[in-house]
């Protein structure tokens, strides 16, 4: 099979599970389905690879090309042949739908958007989707360009009104992503809500995919659904549109509104089954493998349109890798929101930006508090602890939490990062609860009477045990002063919740993930971390539990002896986390800053510690499944017929422990030894290393390997960079480019100084202002002429362009487009008649702005308003044309107000020397 046909395979199993009927042209039956695929349909250009009925109309094409062709070069041809006539169709008006596809990737382009773009599309869409398109006026993105009102902002803060019309501005450019960056409190579920609505009520939207951390999230943001009413409809959103939080596999046909955690979704495209609990845990806690990448594959229950919109709230690193792909899968507008963006928040959305709102910004308007942190350092914390051997303590199980008295087996030292994990060390937990209680009582908040309102984050739910009991004792309360929030609480954690937000009591909640990010607890005024956080992301979400600000009944609902508004918050560290390194990232290898090429030169040099050959192993793994059979055969083939595959499980074998331990025994035992695992002395297992080390790492020797390795790589991979963003560092032309404009302006000037006598246009600049005749336009048309004739070639456009390199500060209005006229301006800026080079037009402006000030500055010349009115129209035509003239006002913007002989009769006889004073003050 030819590249093409291969491709027309994977083509047609894609439009097959899209529900299109593929046929040939001889055998078409139109009648067969919705949507039927005609192959090589005839056109008066040609015949079109694919042709695509809608209920037996011709709506679009599909241009078929073989993998590897970069399809943005074949846009032309698909846009050809969908404005052919089609034998035997009566077509009148160009097909709306275009594609371009190697079965692998595809681009679309809607004919009918304003200023057309294609864009990559996992799939197809469906022939019932497109039978809806064509049956609406407008497309999608022309209603967000065209349709979209004002936004009313009642109720709204100026932040959320800044953040709904940057987003809008985005969608109406048809930027397909968008990031809103407004920090914690400032109302961003309430700002996406009011967005989701206009999309759905002004836009069209048929349905928008709203996509949250955990699943305690997504009950929060149904709940604020449920409680939004619209600034123009005394309705809830809900009596408006129908919003479903996905609870299971199923999605609703007439949900207009999906809230879900990417999990649910990833598993409902993999019909897979969901382990539930993979909910409560946010992605930004967890470290993500290489193994762990999410693919998809076209699920026809959910195509690619199911979505128009997909916001995605507080998006985490684990969008832009592990689970990348199922936001790829849909053919929406991606739009983050998030109050800790990172640098690869920033790529991932194209740096494109609508909206800001920083915390120091929210705290300087009233809409957040700050906060202070409080230390609280353990020696025990710092240094952790050692048990002997043979010491009688208690030994719990993590889960049943059963307890067994029983001695020591050996000596254990553990440290502080083991606390709470393997070892639990009671008396820290109740000297950091202890010194909490002191210090709140007597320094952060010495007039209160209750506890503040707290929340105390725990590393796992058997510590958030230990911390509850030790803090009841420690207060003298009862269960009701402290409760557990975590999705493994015996009590209903909502209920627990709303309690915490709205009652007395609990006064101190203690959670580990449920409560760590976007949920509301306005009343907290102090934080207590008793676990670290690998994320600084997920950090600055947790610090964002207390900054939310909270009026003074509010807060004195709650904390009763509270004297004031919230005006701040106390983050009581323990754990030293505000100190610890805070990464936004995990390698996924040992050494991922260093080239592939450089790699390959280390191990061949000797270079083969375990970090580098694992380095290069892992690289090798991926490369393999990145290249095609021919690239992998010239590997093998200079590698002695060993394939690519082959030589990196060589490279992860020969440093797998177990292996190196049975290679070092069978070494042994060639010796006359008889070993065991436990008998082997390190230098045997080390030279057993070593030796299937250098094994594996044989074929690298040779350099030709090592070069066609790197070459196939260069050739089939491009790296999309979302981490580094770019910056301007210089602007401006090379020396080439400038040496050539200096060279068009010196050929300008010379021509003016030679031709001064035989062009008319000419020969009115260099006269005195006494001897000029009127310049004409026809004068600058002949100039024009011959300047842009060969063998001078000097357009306008060519001379501006010069001169803005060469005399770039007095060069204005270089981003405007020439008219013939700025000729003019070109001439006196080069006979230094004019200091800046400015628009023929911008220069009569400035000249009739003079000129009609001297007139109204005299109360005998001075001009009525209508008949300023017909100056400024004057002077626009002088701008266009050089001149103004009785014969002009037959033009159009003239005869449609009167022509003369209105003029007649607002200037009268003076209506000449009005115009040859206008033409003599503002060309000259």
Not at 654 to 680: F, M, N, S, Y
Request: charged fraction near 30%; include cysteine; hydrophobic fraction near 40%.
């Amino acid at each position: 099979m030819t590249p093409e046909a291969k491709a027309r395979v994977q083509i047609d199993r894609k439009l097959e599970d899209a529900g299109w009927i593929i046929q040939d042209f001889r055998q078409a039956n139109l009648g067969a389905g919705v949507g039927v695929v005609v192959r090589e349909y005839p056109t008066d250009t040609g015949p079109a690879d694919y042709l695509l009925f809608v209920n037996r109309q011709p709506v679009g094409v599909i241009e078929a090309k073989p993998d590897n062709t970069i399809l943005t070069f074949v846009e032309e041809q698909t846009e050809r042949y969908a404005k052919s006539s089609l034998k035997w169709c009566l077509n009148t008006e160009p097909l709306p739908f275009l594609y371009e596809s190697t079965g692998q990737v595809s681009r679309f382009t809607e004919a009918r958007d304003p200023a057309p773009r294609s864009r990559e599309v996992f799939h197809f869409h469906r022939p019932e989707l497109l039978a809806e398109w064509i049956e609406q006026r407008e497309t999608l993105r022309r209603r967000l360009a065209e349709q979209m009102p004002e936004l009313q902002t009642r109720n709204l803060r100026e932040c959320q009104v800044d953040a709904v019309r940057g987003l809008e501005k985005s969608l109406a450019q048809n930027r397909p992503r968008a990031l809103v960056q407004m920090a914690t409190g400032a109302g961003k579920t309430f700002t996406a809500i009011t967005s989701v609505y206009r999309l759905l009520k002004y836009a069209g939207a048929r349905r928008i995919l709203f996509l949250v951390d955990t699943r305690n999230l997504g009950k929060q943001a149904h709940q604020e659904f449920h409680a939004y009413t619209p600034p123009d409809d005394p309705r809830k959103f809900t009596e408006l549109y129908n919003v479903q939080r996905l609870t299971s596999a199923s999605l609703d046909p007439h949900a207009q509104v999906c809230i879900s955690t990417i999990q649910r979704l990833y598993s409902m495209l993999r019909g897979e089954p969901l382990d539930e609990s993979a909910e409560d845990i946010s992605l930004n806690e967890l470290v993500q493998t290489e193994k762990q990448e999410k693919l998809v594959v076209y699920n026809p229950a959910i195509p690619v349109e199911t979505f128009d919109f997909i916001i995605v709230d507080e998006c985490h690193r684990s969008i832009y890798n592990l689970w990348k792909q199922v936001l790829d899968y849909f053919d929406a507008f991606l739009i983050g929101l998030t109050a800790t963006p990172d640098k690869r928040t920033f790529g991932f959305f194209d740096e494109n930006v609508v909206a800001e709102y920083s915390y120091e910004r929210s705290v300087a308007d009233g809409v957040n508090v700050g906060y202070d942190v409080y230390e609280i350092e353990t020696k025990v914390t710092r240094k952790g602890g050692a048990l002997r051997a043979s010491e009688w303590v208690d030994h719990r199980d993590r889960l049943t939490r059963r307890k067994r008295w029983g001695q020591l087996d050996e000596d254990t030292v553990y440290t502080g990062k083991e606390l709470d994990r393997s070892v639990v060390n009671k008396s820290q937990i109740r000297k950091v609860i202890e010194t909490m209680k002191t210090a709140v009582e007597t320094r952060i908040f010495p007039t209160r009477r209750e506890v503040p309102k707290t929340l105390i984050f725990a590393k796992t739910d058997s510590h958030a045990d230990d911390i509850i009991n030790i803090v009841r004792e420690v207060y003298g309360q009862g269960n009701a002063f402290c409760k557990k929030v975590t999705y493994n609480a015996d009590e209903d954690p909502d209920s627990i919740l709303s309690s915490f937000r709205n009652d007395y009591n609990p006064r101190i909640a203690v959670t580990v993930d449920m409560i760590a990010t976007g949920t509301d607890v306005k009343p907290l005024e102090v934080l207590l971390f008793m676990r670290d956080v690998r994320s600084r992301n997920y950090y600055e979400q947790m610090k964002g539990r207390g900054v939310r600000s909270l009026g003074f009944e509010d807060l004195r609902r709650v904390s009763q002896s509270a004297d004031s508004a919230k005006i701040r918050f106390v983050l009581i560290d323990a754990v030293g986390v505000e100190k610890s390194l805070k990464t936004e990232s995990r390698p996924l290898e040992r050494k991922p800053t260093l080239p592939l090429k450089d790699l390959l030169q280390g191990v061949a040099l000797g270079l083969r510690d375990d970090d580098t050959v694992l380095s290069l192993a892992n690289r090798l793994v991926r490369l393999s499944k990145q290249l095609d059979d021919k690239a992998l055969e010239r590997v093998a083939k200079t590698a002695g017929g060993v394939p690519l595959p082959k030589l990196a499980k060589g490279l992860l074998e020969a440093v797998d422990p177990d292996q190196v331990l049975g290679t070092a025994i069978e070494k042994a035992r060639e010796r006359g030894l008889e070993r065991t695992e436990e008998t082997l002395t390190e230098a045997e297992v080390l030279a057993a290393r070593n030796l299937r080390v250098a094994a594996a790492c044989a074929p690298f020797d040779n350099p030709k390997v090592r070069e066609v390795i790197e070459a196939v790589r260069r050739e089939r991979e491009q790296v999309i960079d979302h981490i580094n963003l770019d910056e301007v560092t210089f602007s401006g032309y090379s020396a080439q480019a400038e040496a050539a404009a200096k060279n068009t302006i010196q050929l300008f000037t010379d021509y003016i100084a030679t031709h001064k006598d035989e062009i008319a246009a000419l020969s009115f600049f260099y006269q005195q202002p006494y001897q000029r005749r009127r310049l004409t336009f026809q004068m600058i048309e002949e100039l024009h002429d011959v300047l842009s004739r060969p063998p001078l070639m000097l357009t306008t456009e060519k001379l501006w362009s010069a001169y803005a390199r060469v005399r770039q500060t007095a060069v204005k209005g270089s981003d405007t487009r020439r008219q013939m006229t700025d000729l003019v301006a070109l001439v006196r800026f080069a006979l230094g008649l004019e200091n800046e080079l400015r628009p023929f037009a911008d220069q009569v402006d400035k000249r009739f702005q003079e000129w009609i000030f001297r007139h109204n500055a005299q109360r005998t010349t001075a001009f009525t308003p209508e008949q300023t009115e017909w100056l400024r129209m004057m002077k626009d035509h002088i701008a266009a044309s050089c001149c103004i003239e009785r014969d002009d006002f037959d033009y159009a913007e003239f005869a449609d107000k009167g022509g003369l002989q209105k003029a007649w009769g607002l200037f009268g006889e003076g209506l000449d020397s009005v115009m040859d004073e206008m033409n003599e003050e503002l060309i000259a």
